[in-house]
């Protein structure tokens, strides 16, 4: 992700950089469970100071309804 500001707001046009690379699982049927790693790098407000920002994320799904998959052996096929 690319954020640039608007010029009235900032004389840089660069604002943030995110990326991030993840891999998403599902665990039972009710939980999917997201892990991975994202970095940023920050302007500073000066212009001259770059942040950089890294580190592990992780992110958990709770669905109160399990979804269903379909399958073929689940529909019904009334031709013969």
Known sequence: ???????????????IFRQSVYYSATVTDNLTVLTGIIAQMQLRTNG?????????TI??????????????????????
């Open 1 to 15: 992700m690319f954020k640039f500001p608007s010029k009235d707001y900032a004389k840089s046009r660069f604002d």
């Open 48 to 56: 001259t100071q770059l942040d950089v920002y890294y580190g592990p």
């Open 59 to 80: 992110a958990l799904k709770w669905n109160f309804k399990p979804k269903v998959r379909e399958t073929f052996d689940m529909i019904s096929n009334d031709i013969d």
